[in-house]
C-alpha cells in the first residue's frame, strides 16, 4: 500500500489516525512545500518501507518515535530544513539508504550513527555538516558515500577507513577539507575517489594511500599538491586519473602502471613527468596549458594512445614518437612549438 500526495502545496499536516494505515509501505510527501510536521503516530506503521520527504522546505524535525520503523529501508529528506536526526534514528536496523543532500541548515549525524549497520548509501552532499561521528566506521554494509559541497568539513574520522565495503566517496568542492586521515588506506575495496576542488596540500594525501589496491578512478583536480606521494606507483588498479588545473603541482614522479586515461591539463607549474613508456596502457593524454613542460619522453612507446592533448605547452619543443603512433585519432598541438609531419592517418589534428 503506498501513499503518494507527491506536491501537495497546500499540505501542512497529516492527520494522527494516519498511525491506523498499518498495511503501508511507502510514503511520498516530496515538494509539499507547507508541510512542517510529522505526527507521532507515523511511527506505528510498522510494516513503512520507504519515506519520501524531499523538498518539503518547511520540516524542521523527526517524531521522538521515528526510530520505531523497524522496516524502514529508505529515507529521503534532501532539501528539507532538518538540522539534525533524533539519536533513536540509529535504531532504523534495516535501513539500506539515506539521503539528505541540500539540507543547508544540517549540522551533525547521531553519535550513534554507527548501528545502521545494514545502510549501503549515504547521500550528504551540500550540508553544513562539519564532522563525521567517531563510531563512522561501523557502517560495515557501506559502499556509496556523498558529500560533496560540505563546505564546513574539515577532518574526517580515523574510523572511516574501517569502511570495509566502501566502493565510491565522492567529496568534491570541500573547500575546508586539507588533508586525509592516516587510516584512509584501509578502504581497501574503494574504486572510485573524487577529491576535486579541495584544499589538500603538500602531505594532505597520506603515506597509506598507496594501499587503495582496487581504486580504479581518481580525481584530485583542482587541488593545492604540489608532488604526488612515493606510494603512488602502488596503485595497480587505477585506470583513470584527473589532475587538471592544480595550480602547485610542480612534478610528477611516478605514475601508476596500469593508467589508461591521464589529465594533468591546466598545471601552469608542472616541469616534469615520469617517461610515459612505463604507462603502456595509457589511451588519452592531457597536458594542454602546462606552460612549463620542456620534456616529454616514451611517446614512442605508446601504441595503445589514442588521444593527445599538448596544446598551449610553449616550452615543450619535442615529442619524440609521437608521429609516428598509427593509434592516434586526434592530437591536439596548437599553441606548442612542436612541428611534424601529417601523414594522413590522424582523423583529428590541431595546430
Known sequence: MKLDLKGCFALKSLPNSIGQ??????????QCLNLATLPDSISDLSK??????DYCTKLKELPMGFGNLQNLLLFSASGTSLSYLPDCFAQLFNLEE????????????????????????????????????NDFG???????????????????????????????????TNLSLRLLPQSFGGLKTLQTLDLSQCSIGEGGLPDSFGALARLKTLSLSGNLISTLPENFKDLNALINLYMSHCPNLVVVQTLPQNLEYLDLGGCHKLTNIPCLGDVSS??????????????????????????????????LCNAPGLNHNRALTMCGLNGSKISMNYDNNWSTVSC
Open 138 to 172: 561501523q557502517l560495515k554494509s557501506l559502499k556509496s558515500l556523498y558529500l560533496n559541497g560540505c563546505k564546513h568539513l574539515k577532518t574526517l574520522s580515523k574510523s572511516l577507513g574501517r569502511l570495509e565495503k566502501l566502493e565510491y566517496l565522492s567529496m568534491q
Open 98 to 133: 539515506l539521503w539528505l543532500n541540500n539540507c543547508t541548515t544540517f549540522q551533525d549525524l547521531p553519535s550513534s550513527i554507527g548501528g545502521l549497520w545494514k545502510l549501503k548509501v549515504l547521500g550528504m552532499n551540500m550540508t553544513h555538516v562539519k564532522r563525521l561521528p
Open 48 to 53: 513503512l518501507r520507504e519515506i519520501v520527504l
Open 282 to 315: 595509457l589511451k588519452y593524454l592531457g597536458l594542454n596549458d602546462c606552460t612549463r613542460l620542456t620534456d616529454l619522453q616514451g611517446l614512442n612507446l605508446l601504441t595503445t594512445l589514442v588521444e593527445v592533448n599538448i596544446s598551449g605547452c610553449k616550452m
Open 21 to 30: 494505515l498499518q498495511s503501508l509501505e511507502m510514503i511520498n510527501l516530496c
